[in-house]
């Protein structure tokens, strides 16, 4: 089975970028803008993994997570906060709230695609 | 009638009155002692036999001028909602036992002035109880038909047992109490019955001649108007019997206040202040009604009787001389409440102030300091007996002597004038603070003195003498000096002369050495307390400066002597408690003393009770100097206090100052970090996107498609690009912010900017298909830097570009002249700026979520860097507000 890649990021050339490194990994990839898009997407699907940018329009990466770890059904998806925010301070806070692993932006993709599969192993 | 019989009856009566009294007082606190209607009724204690039988005899003598003695009180009434309720409260807060109390207390507790109050009241009552002795003596003969009115012998005149039956009677019935501050219900409702059953028998009478004898009051008027001398009967003669009638209402306007009888009724006995709502239209119906039929009962006399009969007992003639001895018998009743409840007031009164204000402070007071409780107010009790006794007694023995040969309505204006000189001390002193014990003491005794010249010693010579000499050729001969004729004032009767001469000098001398004289601390006080009474209700027990040394047991040592051990430790318990003391206080203070001295006066007189309180007391006196040192030292006080409030209030100024820039600051701080980490943010997103694309496109150069290479090329292509905005724009920014920025202000004409700009993105608009419009064609010279304002309008119209709608888009800029300034507007027909954006749009870094394009364009300053230069030319912009479609922003360019 493939494994499901949700990427939430408002920058779309990031986006870009990751879709394409995730696919040649095999993986299905689902793209949301902001935290309201992501929920659209989890009526329909329950990824793996799920990307989350911090600073994003309207509803933002803690918003979307705390949202995410109250519903039932994606206990099992692991969480990764991929940010430009790499403050100390900021970085405990995304653990806090229960993410995977804290990555910060800019990043090397090979970096990202072997953290998320080491991830999922 | 028989002699024993109507002896027999006035025992009866007296009975009966004495089971009211004891009803009243077993039931005091039910509704038929405490209402109005009984408080009015013992008001009217004021109509006594004068009343009963003196205006008729006025009536028949001259006339109309019976009336002025019930016109005083009536003015008086209304203003009772005023004068008497502060009267009232005063009385009940310094727990008051008689108009001597009163006057005495309001000029600093001065024993002498109590004394000489009482001593007033004593010459002023004493005629009055003598005129209703007169009254029941006369009355009394008429019914048995004696002639014993001439005997010389004291023990077989019947009327002196009567005297002393009403003595005895009286010494028993008020003094069952010791505490004078008390109420005495009983004796209240027994008055009340008293004034129900004179008021009705006086209108029966009046009826029964009116109406039975004669045939109605247009009969007796028609008969009578056709006798002599009718017309002065009827009539007021000019300005002398204007002055006259102006003197005798003013007199009988102060009797209603300050006559003890009334006193005692209107204010010592009152229950609650309302009753008195009632009152005052009540009281002045009761004397109407007692007045309807005087006039009629006194000319039916007249025609009856002829001039050759004692004119004031025509309504006890009439019946008689009709045979109906029923009729003249409840007469008789009728006069008999009458006088009996003007004698057992009065005495009452008298009593308590003789005891309490004259006896105990001058003689008495050692004899209490060893004894107890029992013992001393079964003495209290005793000198108030005695003090009854003897004053019905003196009166008896006035009446013998003096009274036989004047009329009962001249006896009773002797009282009045006499009572009247406590006036000036008593209203005066309720509103004027500077009103003083000497000044009081000095216009009483001056005014005393010419009464006693003018009224008192011309009627004891007369009575005498049996020679009018003194009256008509003055003392020593002096015609100045004519006692009825003072200074050749010639017009006014005796007593309305007496009164004008004695009331004007005592007015003049008190207010007069009240200003002349200092007064002492402790007057001041109470002076103050009486003056502002409604101020110092709650504080009354710490109102008084007072230095000096006592302990606490002493006091209460003297308060068990006259209270008892139960109710003066009780006291002593509330006093502990009301104030907070612990209960071993050794040393009193001010308070405590004051509080004792209160405690003491409803028992001995506010006199007394300080001189008793005086004398455990180590009292240091006052100096002025040290009264004038606490003044200054409170004074220090206030304006060091006003000084350090001040210092205070700069201080907290400063430090709420300083708070505000601190808080600034820290905002400031929070701004700046916030401001980088958004830099780093922003500028790390183009550099990540950079990167990845970099990192895929070396990684996989072979494999990926070239269509997909192209896009992360052109991607980088569009990173970079921003990546350079954003740093341009960022530096610009912080030269503005910092203030580094200087302008190059030079006159410029606006519509060449707007054409330029419009040429420099016309290309990009026309790509989208947006129209530029610029509406207004004229030239405008303004003081502007010709390449901020170059970018302020790139800036706005760019952001225009990124709202508006592809295809039929318009941004249009126009402009005019506003007051002082030009204002420029820059109208595009998009989406419009959202609500919560209105607030934010000028922030730097902030970016509307209303964007067309996914991902807004450009660095996030733009508006923010357009605000700062506008700024910079003292300029304002703004997002309208009020816009239907579309956006429009706004600038102003002052013309200086």
């Known amino acids: ?121 | 009638m028989n002699n024993y019989l109507l002896f027999f009856i006035i025992v009866i009566y007296l009975s009966l009155l004495f089971y009211i009294a004891f009803l009243a007082e077993k039931k005091k606190h039910s509704k038929w002692v405490n209402n109005p209607y009984v408080y009015t009724l013992s008001l009217a204690v004021y109509c006594s036999a004068w009343t009963y039988y003196g205006s008729i005899g006025i009536a028949a003598d001259s006339g109309v001028n019976f009336l002025p003695i019930y016109l005083g009180p009536v003015i008086a009434a209304p203003l009772w909602i005023l004068l008497l309720k502060k009267i009232m409260r005063i009385s009940k807060q310094h727990k008051i036992s008689s108009i001597a109390d009163f006057i005495s207390l309001r000029y600093g507790n001065n024993r002498f002035l109590g004394a000489l109050v009482t001593f007033i009241c004593l010459f002023g009552t004493l005629p009055y109880i003598s005129l209703q002795l007169k009254a029941v003596s006369e009355t009394f003969q008429i019914m048995t038909h004696n002639t014993s009115y001439n005997s010389t012998s004291v023990l077989g005149d019947s009327t002196f047992y009567v005297a002393l039956l009403l003595a005895v009677f009286a010494t028993f019935f008020s003094t069952q109490k010791t505490d004078a501050s008390e109420k005495h219900k009983g004796i209240i409702a027994s008055v009340a019955f008293e004034s129900v059953l004179k008021l009705v028998f006086f209108l029966v009478i009046g009826v029964y001649i009116t109406f039975y004898l004669f045939d109605g009051t247009i009969d007796i008027h028609n008969q009578i108007s056709k006798k002599e001398n009718f017309k002065a009967l009827t009539s007021l003669n000019g300005l002398e019997d204007g002055l006259n009638w102006f003197f005798m209402i003013a007199l009988s306007f102060f009797a209603i206040f300050l006559l003890p009888r009334q006193f005692q009724v209107s204010v010592l006995e009152n229950n609650r202040e309302k009753h008195l709502k009632k009152a005052i239209w009540l009281f002045p119906l009761y004397l109407l009604l007692f007045n309807i039929f005087v006039i009629f009962i006194a000319w039916a006399g007249k025609l009856t009787f002829g001039n050759d009969i004692s004119t004031e007992y025509y309504s006890l003639l009439l019946p008689l001389k009709n045979g109906n001895i029923f009729l003249a018998t409840l007469v008789f009743l009728g006069g008999f409440s009458a006088v009996i409840s003007m004698v057992i007031v009065s005495t009452l009164a008298l009593s308590n102030m003789v005891s309490n204000n004259l006896i105990i402070p001058y003689g008495f007071l050692n004899k209490f300091k060893r004894n107890e409780t029992n013992r001393n107010s079964k003495y209290i009790k005793n000198i108030r007996r005695i003090s009854i006794f003897t004053i019905i007694i003196i009166s008896y023995f006035f009446y013998i002597s003096f009274s036989k040969e004047l009329s009962l309505y001249a006896i009773g204006l002797i009282s009045f004038v006499i009572i009247a000189q406590l006036a000036p001390s008593f209203f005066i002193g309720l509103f004027w603070n500077r009103g003083s014990s000497k000044a009081s003491i000095i216009g009483i005794i001056i005014g005393f003195l010419i009464v006693a010249y003018t009224l008192i010693l011309p009627f004891t010579m007369f009575a005498y003498t049996g020679a009018n000499t003194f009256v008509e050729s003055g003392f020593l001969g002096l015609d100045i000096l004519k006692p009825h004729q003072l200074f050749h004032i010639d017009f006014l009767s005796p007593p309305a002369h007496a009164f004008f001469w004695s009331i004007s000098l005592n007015t003049i001398c008190y207010l007069f050495f009240s200003l002349a004289l200092k007064s002492n601390y402790r007057e001041r006080n109470y002076a103050e307390m009486f003056v502002e009474s409604s101020s110092f209700s709650s504080l009354q027990d710490n109102a008084f400066v007072w230095k000096g040394e006592a302990y606490v047991k002493d006091i209460k040592n003297v308060l068990v002597r006259f209270l008892g051990d139960v109710k003066a430790n009780r006291a002593l318990k509330l006093f502990f408690q009301k104030y907070n003391l612990d209960a071993n206080t050794q040393l009193a203070d001010a308070r405590l003393i004051n509080f004792s001295e209160k405690l003491l006066t409803g028992n001995i007189g506010s006199a007394s009770a300080k001189i008793l309180i005086a004398n455990v007391v180590k009292e240091e006196e006052i100096s002025l100097r040290e009264v004038l040192k606490i003044l200054e030292e409170s004074k220090e006080n206030i304006s060091n206090n006003k000084v350090l409030l001040e210092k205070t209030d700069q201080l907290s100024k400063i430090s709420s100052e300083l708070k505000n820039v601190n808080e600034e600051l820290v905002v400031k701080d929070k701004q700046k970090d916030e401001f980088l980490d958004t830099v780093a943010h922003e500028l790390k997103t183009p550099i990540t996107g950079i990167r990845a694309a970099t990192e895929l496109l070396i990684d996989d150069m072979d494999e990926m498609p070239t269509e997909l290479k192209k896009q992360f090329l052109n991607n980088i292509l569009q990173d970079s690009d921003r990546l350079g905005r954003l740093i341009n724009n960022i530096l610009d920014f912080e030269k503005l912010e910092s203030g580094q920025l200087n302008l190059d202000l030079q006159v410029n004409d606006i519509q060449k900017t707007i054409i330029k700009v419009f040429a420099s993105i016309s290309q990009l608009a026309a790509k989208k298909g947006i129209k530029l419009i610029n509406k207004n064609p004229y030239k405008l010279h303004l003081f502007f830097d010709e390449d901020k304002m170059h970018q302020v309008l790139t800036n706005l119209v760019s952001n225009a570009l990124k709202f508006c709608p592809e295809k039929n888009g318009t941004i249009s800029i126009d402009y005019y002249l506003g007051n002082k300034e030009a204002i420029i507007t820059v109208e595009d027909n998009g989406k419009g700026i959202p609500k919560d954006d209105f607030n934010y749009i000028f922030d730097k870094f902030y970016q509307s979520k209303n964007q067309n394009t996914i991902k807004p364009e450009g660095s996030g300053l733009g508006l923010a860097i357009t605000k700062q230069i506008v700024e910079k030319h003292n300029g304002k912009i703004w997002a309208e507000k009020r816009q239907k479609s579309g956006a429009k922003f706004v600038f102003t360019i002052p013309f200086k």
């Not at chain 1, 898009?37 to 799920?50: A, H, S």
């Open chain 1, 1 to 121: 089975m493939k494994k499901k890649i949700l990427i939430v990021d408002d920058e779309p050339n990031i986006v870009m970028s990751l879709e394409y490194a995730f696919k040649k990994q095999n993986f299905e990839v689902f793209i949301a803008r902001d935290g309201s898009e992501v929920f659209e997407i989890l009526k329909g699907e329950i990824p793996d993994v799920i990307i989350l940018d911090v600073m994003m329009p309207n509803v933002d990466g803690y918003q979307t997570i705390k949202k995410i770890k109250e519903t039932v059904n994606l206990t099992a998806t692991k969480v990764v906060f991929l940010s430009a925010k790499n403050k100390a301070s900021d970085i405990e806070k995304g653990l806090k709230l229960g993410a995977d692993k804290y990555l910060t932006k800019p990043f090397s993709v090979k970096k990202i695609v072997s953290e998320i599969l080491e991830l999922l192993n």
